[in-house]
């Protein structure tokens, strides 16, 4: 049976993505972030896709058993770190790498007494004032860490930049000022940058990048399209159109009868709609493409369908190919037309579409 509606994920475009970030930070290893089901695109392909990265950042301990239940042995880094000693134990069972952010964690290391010691990663708060170590806590923390015989040494110093996505932001170079003066002389290795502060911050490539959004081929800026800086789309979702329709002139369509012919025209129906991820307030006039064509939504997304008017197009029938993003549709354009960011557009394709990948 082939699904009518399917995210379509180019293994591909991850590579190449991948091979971006490496240009883009020759002299940086690479933490791949595929948190949240990996954007979307599905955490184990994925990362079989980005095997050639130097290890892989989760959001949360289940989301790195999976990977090692599906036989990847890379590093897997723990980004908000772990939360009481059964965490800690299956963290040293698996040998993830764990990020420290609080003074709880602290402790748990402080108290762990296994035979074998962590990777781990401070975070440091530059100004994001969301996790992290506060500057006058750092060097008491970093003296804790350093007597600690859990804790695998030297210590990787991590911070995150709040506002990477503005090139010309006196925050960002406020915050990495404050990463240099807070860490400076210490041992270890740093990391700073996510996919906006790899593509757009020399001084935030330090020993270790972390880039997310950029290996799904989505631009991190509002000013510069993803095929601007050298990307690919990873991710196609596309369905069938399964109904044509004629309406009159003035006549009206869909709930609340939203949008109103102003000539005679010719409605497509497709099978996609907000229990799929295609977002309920995207904007009458968004483009998706029929048959490779563009066409504009019209009247309100619903559960399960959207209408396009395909009146200036060639005859369409049932069964002819939708796209709502991807190749032709960026989904930074379809997210904007939401009033979101592609983030949550591609981590919110639901579990009933058919993951295609490729």
């Given amino acids: 049976m082939t699904p009518v509606i399917r995210a379509v994920i180019d293994t591909s475009a991850l590579r190449h993505n991948l091979a971006r970030v490496r240009e883009v930070a020759p002299r940086s290893r690479v933490m791949a972030v595929i ?39 890379q590093r897997i880094l723990l980004l908000e770190g772990v939360f009481g000693p059964d965490q800690l134990r299956q963290a040293a069972h698996h040998d993830f790498d764990v990020m420290v952010h609080e003074p709880e964690q602290v402790l748990l290391l402080e108290t762990w007494r296994g035979d074998k010691p962590f990777r781990t990663w401070v975070k440091i708060d530059t100004g994001m004032n969301r996790l992290g170590f506060r500057p006058e806590q750092v060097a008491p923390v970093l003296a804790r860490l350093q007597a600690c015989e859990a804790v695998l040494k030297p210590l990787t110093l991590v911070t995150h930049l709040a506002n990477a996505d503005d090139r010309d932001d006196a925050g960002t170079r406020a915050q990495l000022e404050a990463f240099e003066r807070l860490t400076a002389g210490m041992p270890g290795e740093r990391s700073i940058a996510n996919s906006a502060g790899t593509l757009g911050w020399d001084a935030a490539r330090a020993d270790w990048v972390r880039p997310g959004l950029m290996l799904y081929g989505v631009s991190p800026f509002a000013d510069a399209t993803a ?16 109904a044509v329709k004629e309406v009159h002139a003035g006549e009206a369509v869909g709930y609340g009868g939203a949008w109103r012919a102003a000539r005679p025209s010719r409605l497509a129906i497709a099978a996609a709609g907000y229990g799929d991820g295609y977002p309920r307030n995207t904007r009458g006039g968004t483009a998706v493409l029929v048959n490779g064509r563009r066409a504009p939504l019209v009247g309100r997304v619903s559960m399960d369908m959207i209408t396009i008017d395909v009146t200036d197009l060639p005859p369409v029938a049932v069964g002819d190919a939708v796209t709502l993003w ?3 549709v960026p989904v930074e354009e379809v997210a904007k037309a939401a009033g979101t960011i592609a983030y949550e557009l591609i981590c919110g394709v639901s579990q009933r579409v058919h993951l295609d990948v490729r």
């Fill in 326 to 328: 991807g190749e032709g």
């Fill in 35 to 73: 948190k949240a089901n990996a954007y979307g695109h599905g955490s184990v392909p994925t990362a079989v896709a980005l095997a050639g990265a130097d290890g892989f950042a989760v959001a949360r301990l289940e989301e790195g058993m999976a990977l090692r239940a599906a036989g990847l042995r």
């Fill in 227 to 242: 095929a601007e800086l050298g990307l690919r789309p990873a991710m196609t979702l596309e369905t069938r159109v399964i």
